[in-house]
């Protein structure tokens, strides 16, 4: 018989499950559930009371692998940590959320129990057995996976399902103890980039493109790409938006051209670029060619503004397009936005 295990680690604040932990679960009840298979969740944190709490709607067994070694994230104790919790479960089927933090480990954990892993997992169902979806070829393949191997690792992706959430209690947790390696690495801080308008955030409400367009002549004739940024910033500063960009935009800066500063190739959405997953997008100044909206697929409601009627937001590629100047709009909308708050 198949025995789940979800394995989940805390967020910074070590206190609480990451959000994308919170949507393993969800994934782990349900296909526990679905199978009538045992399912067991296992938690990696310096402290683990709080997280433990937070799951026992689940009604399952709490494994838990506490200690300061485990309050950051670190190959060597994280794998070692993973293994155990595997072991202690009797583990076939693993969900794990597709974090940095479990991405770089699990996969040495599957080999180290002999098993196999799987990453980019956007969906799983119950067949004949569990099968997992996942998309190749920049998001124009979808392939339905399914494995004899156990145990079999899943790196679930976030955002593609509801976290779970469900009254909390009290859990007690069994503490699995781990032997550790020698830890070379020591963990002295965290770089992270700056906080500000040009921070992409995955788990914003809305995505907000900026195209090429921006840092084009206007009706005027000339550039205005320092209006241009005055624009983006504030919008994205009261909007909590994440910001995307156009392939042509971000090339610029190669190209002596004007550009807006705060944008880098981290920010390109399309097929080059990134696929990412917010409930909205509005894509402004640029002409929604199709290598740009193949990055769109996973968008649930998408917006244009485009001077260009004939753009490819208007060959049913958007919601709603707006041929619009977006200099014009986005002020209006920022002037709405400012009296609003
Ligand atoms: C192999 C390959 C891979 C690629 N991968 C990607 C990718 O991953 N991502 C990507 O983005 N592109 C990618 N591209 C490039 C893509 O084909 C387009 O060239 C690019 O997306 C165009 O960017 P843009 O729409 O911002 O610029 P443009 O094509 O220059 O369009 C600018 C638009 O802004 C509009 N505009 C100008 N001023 C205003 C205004 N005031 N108000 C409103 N609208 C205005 C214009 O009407 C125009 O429609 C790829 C291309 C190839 C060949």
């Known amino acids: 018989m198949e025995k789940f295990l979800v394995l989940t680690h805390v967020d910074e604040s070590g206190a609480a499950l990451t959000k994308a932990s919170l949507e393993a679960v969800a994934a782990g009840v349900e296909m526990a559930s679905a199978m009538g298979a045992p399912l067991t969740i296992g938690i990696v944190g310096a402290q ?23 309050s950051q994230p670190r190959y060597a104790s994280d794998a070692a940590a993973c293994e155990a919790l595997c072991r202690a479960a009797e583990a076939t089927l693993v969900f794990a959320p597709a974090s940095s933090r479990f991405a770089r480990v699990l996969p040495g954990v599957a080999q180290r129990l002999t098993g196999v892993a799987d990453t980019h997992i956007t969906a799983v169902a119950k067949g004949e057995t569990l099968e997992a979806s996942r998309w190749f070829y920049r998001q124009r393949v979808e392939a339905v996976v399914r494995r004899e191997k156990r145990p ?7 955002g593609t399902r509801a976290p779970w959430s469900a009254a909390e209690g009290q859990v007690q947790a069994e503490t699995i103890s781990v032997t550790l390696p020698a830890l070379r690495t020591q963990v002295k801080g965290v770089r992270a980039p700056q906080q ?3 921070t992409i ?17 206007q009706a005027d004739g000339q550039v205005h790409a320092v209006e241009a940024e005055e624009l983006i910033r504030g919008f994205l500063r009261s909007a909590d938006a994440s910001l995307g960009s156009s392939k042509s935009l971000v090339d610029q800066s190669g190209e002596n051209q004007a550009v807006l500063k705060f944008m880098s190739h981290l920010n390109q959405i399309g097929q080059t670029g990134s696929t990412p997953r917010h409930p909205k997008g509005l894509s402004t100044c640029c002409h929604g060619e199709e290598p740009h909206v193949v990055g769109w697929r996973f968008v649930g409601e998408r917006r244009a503004i485009s001077l260009d009627p004939n753009c490819g937001w208007a060959r049913g590629k958007a919601d709603v397009l707006y041929v619009a100047d977006a200099f014009k709009v986005m002020a209006k909308v920022n002037e709405l936005l400012a009296n609003k708050s």
């Open 152 to 158: 079999w690792f899943l790196l679930l992706e976030a």
């Open 48 to 70: 683990s009371g709080a997280a433990a709490n937070s799951v026992a709607g689940a009604g399952t067994r709490v494994l838990t692998v506490t200690g300061e070694e485990f």
């Open 201 to 217: 955030r995955p788990d914003a409400k809305l995505l907000f493109v900026a195209g090429a367009g921006w840092t084009k002549k």
């Open 196 to 198: 500000g308008e040009q």
